[in-house]
């Protein structure tokens, strides 16, 4: 279990003592399509969190009142219709 959790922190391939993980951190770090996968994939979790951080947003304006739900939209960047299902949604 130690070489694994030492693994897991490595950042060399060659230094990474299970094969399966040190092919795989390999291909994540010295292909060209390895390199691209993990951009995606940083990209997706980027885009999910601005997302998510949009969503609280328009939640708190919408709990507030004091805007109207395009102005929500306008100021949070979703889509009135998001907005329109966030307001259908509060219940708390």
Do not use: H
Request: hydrophobic share 35%.
């Amino acid at each position: 279990m130690d070489k694994l959790i030492k693994d897991l922190y490595c950042t060399d391939a060659d230094e990474i003592n299970y094969k399966e993980l040190s092919d795989r951190v390999r291909q994540f770090k010295e292909t060209e399509e390895g390199v691209n996968d993990m951009c995606d994939i940083l990209d997706e979790m980027r885009n999910e969190a601005v997302e998510k951080d949009r969503i609280e947003n328009a939640k708190k304006m919408i709990n507030d009142g004091s805007l109207s739900l395009e102005k929500i939209a306008e100021f949070s960047g979703l889509s009135i219709e998001k907005v329109r299902e966030l307001a259908g949604n509060k219940s708390a």
